[in-house]
């Protein structure tokens, strides 16, 4: 690539025993590499050493610029170690790789649909949720470096160190001020109720509906996927999708809004994909993930949602997105798009307040972590152990039946037709155990592995949040900031603050009511089949009366 300069806004102390490069505010840089990923650039100072360092820690000086700094001279590039493809800044993106998804309606090569024909494990297919431990919030917010330079002064990157996902969310450009929103970007409000900070109702609620999943195939019969019909309420107009366009969209949500809890999709990598119950099952998951979207008022109003549930049009499909992916306002610099109350959070009552918060949701996660476990063993042993010893029961009280038939020689007496009766009535009910867990169980394990996976993702948020506040305070100790642009940084970060609040307030209201629902629809169908077990043997009952 082509040189350029550059001058530190900001100074910046790289770890020891690492690439990283220090700098200091108004230095003069020249960049050698933009294709490190994640935020990182690299360059070379006027002593022409070398190393990394944030990229949103600089601005890009323009040719016509004057600048009293020298330009270094270029050591020479080696570019062993950088054979393996890189990773890329999520809001950057080239003319060819633009292209990489143009056949993307009808392309199989990124997710592989086809599987083998044996049933899926059950705990297997509640595998796709982000298991993040919620004790890293309480960290510094920092990983273990990866960058090495070799013999030859070439930068090797393996993972980046505890400023990588700083950068890379979004975090430091939002909270120095350095990206400017999209003009005409649609605004999201938050509102204040008392003491309750929540988002803006939705004004024009709707719902999806997910249907008619069908396996289809392409090239002679070569490649098969399962394509579902997934039609929104506003529109009444049908849309086919795939399971990698949902996997799509949900790399796209989360890249988008890394403040908000973003529901998890079921797993993409099981066996039996084919099978009936595979697909109905999984129909009903994304059927969860779906309902989620749409009551949330920020995610149901995003554009790419709607993107995905109204494009018909092969063309404006993959234009709208390539839209989403060149989209600017992600991670934290989406909270530009956000409205919040003008009153300034008091530090020690926003502190209190996400303490409480961490533990809350550290309770509910490992809860629901157990619950779900219990949930999916249940479910196991209803398709397997209970049905088997329940059938057992009955084969042996059908032989004892049989037995006594034997013995009164063709005589058959309503004692032994009985007793074969009821040997053949724990034989149903054993089959009805397998059939009632799809009704009972599986639904409320679904239930959980979304909101499990809502839990999973807050850790995140949290050091988002905890990062933003450590940030500002950083900089009101910084006597070179000056006092407007303090009080802008301490307005964005009351801004993500606010976002936070109002992210939380929805989480709860939600659990309480969906989870509520979940219990009660399970309880219904829990009474509803030992009634029927009742019956059963109160019919075979009377055969002995």
């Known amino acids: 690539?082509?040189?350029?300069?550059?001058?530190?806004?900001?100074?910046?102390?790289?770890?020891?025993?690492?690439?990283?490069?220090?700098?200091?505010?108004?230095?003069?840089?020249?960049?050698?590499?933009?294709?490190?990923?994640?935020?990182?650039?690299?360059?070379?100072?006027?002593?022409?050493?070398?190393?990394?360092?944030?990229?949103?820690?600089?601005?890009?000086?323009?040719?016509?610029?004057?600048?009293?700094?020298?330009?270094?001279?270029?050591?020479?590039?080696?570019?062993?170690?950088?054979?393996?493809?890189?990773?890329?800044?999520?809001?950057?993106?080239?003319?060819?790789?633009?292209?990489?998804?143009?056949?993307?309606?009808?392309?199989?090569?990124?997710?592989?649909?086809?599987?083998?024909?044996?049933?899926?494990?059950?705990?297997?297919?509640?595998?796709?949720?982000?298991?993040?431990?919620?004790?890293?919030?309480?960290?510094?917010?920092?990983?273990?470096?990866?960058?090495?330079?070799?013999?030859?002064?070439?930068?090797t990157k393996k993972s980046l160190n505890r400023f990588s996902s700083y950068v890379k969310s979004g975090l430091e450009s939002y909270i120095l001020g350095t990206v400017n929103p999209t003009p005409n970007c649609y605004k999201i409000r938050i509102r204040k109720e008392g003491e309750i900070i929540?988002?803006?109702?939705?004004?024009?609620?709707?719902?999806?509906?997910?249907?008619?999943?069908?396996?289809?195939?392409?090239?002679?019969?070569?490649?098969?996927?399962?394509?579902?019909?997934?039609?929104?309420?506003?529109?009444?107009?049908?849309?086919?999708?795939?399971?990698k366009h949902f996997d799509w969209l949900h790399d796209r949500l989360r890249a988008k809004y890394n403040i908000l809890a973003i529901p998890p999709l079921p797993d993409k990598q099981v066996s039996g994909r084919y099978e009936e119950h595979f697909v109905e099952h999984r129909r009903m998951q994304l059927q969860e993930f779906i309902n989620y979207m749409c009551r949330h008022p920020v995610l149901s109003q995003s554009e790419v949602w709607h993107h995905f549930l109204t494009c018909t049009d092969e063309k404006q499909w993959k234009q709208g997105k390539r839209n989403a992916e060149r989209d600017q306002m992600v991670g934290a610099n989406f909270c530009l798009q956000i409205e919040a109350p003008e009153k300034e959070l008091l530090a020690s009552n926003v502190e209190v307040t996400m303490d409480i918060n961490i533990n809350s949701i550290n309770q509910i996660d490992q809860a629901l972590k157990g619950l779900m476990q219990t949930v999916v063993d249940q479910q196991k042993k209803c398709s397997n152990m209970y049905k088997r010893e329940l059938q057992r029961v009955g084969e042996s009280f059908f032989a004892l039946g049989t037995a006594f038939e034997s013995a009164e020689r063709g005589m058959f007496s309503d004692f032994t037709t009985g007793i074969k009766r009821l040997g053949s009535t724990y034989i149903t009910i054993g089959k009805l155990f397998e059939d009632q867990a799809k009704s009972d169980w599986q639904c409320l394990a679904d239930k959980l592995y979304i909101y499990k996976g809502i839990t999973g993702c807050y850790p995140d948020i949290f050091c988002l949040q905890k990062s933003a506040e450590q940030k500002k305070r950083e900089c009101e100790r910084n006597v070179q900031v000056q006092q407007p642009q303090l009080l802008e940084i301490r307005k964005r970060t009351d801004v993500l603050t606010y976002a936070v609040f109002a992210e939380l307030t929805h989480f709860h209201s939600e659990k309480d009511g969906e989870i509520k629902q979940a219990m009660?629809?399970?309880?219904?169908?829990?009474?509803?089949?030992?009634?029927n077990i009742v019956s059963k043997l109160e019919e075979t009952l009377q055969r002995f009366q």
């Not at 990182?40 to 890009?60: D, H, K, M």
């Not at 009660?520 to 009634?531: A, D, G, R, S, W």
Request: aromatic letters at 10%; a negative charge.
């Open 520 to 531: 009660k629809t399970f309880l219904e169908e829990q009474v509803n089949f030992y009634k």
């Open 198 to 243: 929540r988002w803006d109702y939705i004004t024009s609620p709707y719902t999806v509906q997910i249907a008619s999943p069908k396996k289809a195939t392409k090239m002679g019969g070569l490649k098969s996927f399962i394509a579902y019909h997934v039609t929104p309420s506003f529109s009444n107009i049908e849309v086919s999708r795939r399971y």
């Open 1 to 155: 690539m082509e040189s350029f300069r550059v001058r530190s806004l900001y100074d910046f102390t790289g770890e020891a025993n690492t690439a990283e490069l220090s700098i200091s505010a108004g230095q003069i840089l020249t960049v050698i590499r933009t294709d490190v990923g994640e935020g990182w650039w690299e360059g070379i100072n006027e002593n022409g050493r070398s190393g990394l360092f944030p990229q949103a820690y600089v601005e890009r000086i323009e040719s016509s610029q004057p600048s009293t700094a020298p330009t270094p001279t270029l050591p020479i590039q080696n570019n062993v170690g950088w054979n393996a493809p890189q990773a890329q800044p999520q809001t950057q993106s080239s003319a060819p790789q633009e292209d990489d998804w143009d056949d993307d309606w009808d392309n199989d090569e990124t997710y592989s649909e086809i599987g083998g024909n044996s049933a899926a494990p059950v705990e297997n297919i509640y595998s796709n949720d982000r298991n993040l431990n919620l004790n890293s919030v309480n960290s510094d917010f920092s990983v273990e470096s990866g960058i090495n330079v070799d013999g030859k002064g070439t930068v």
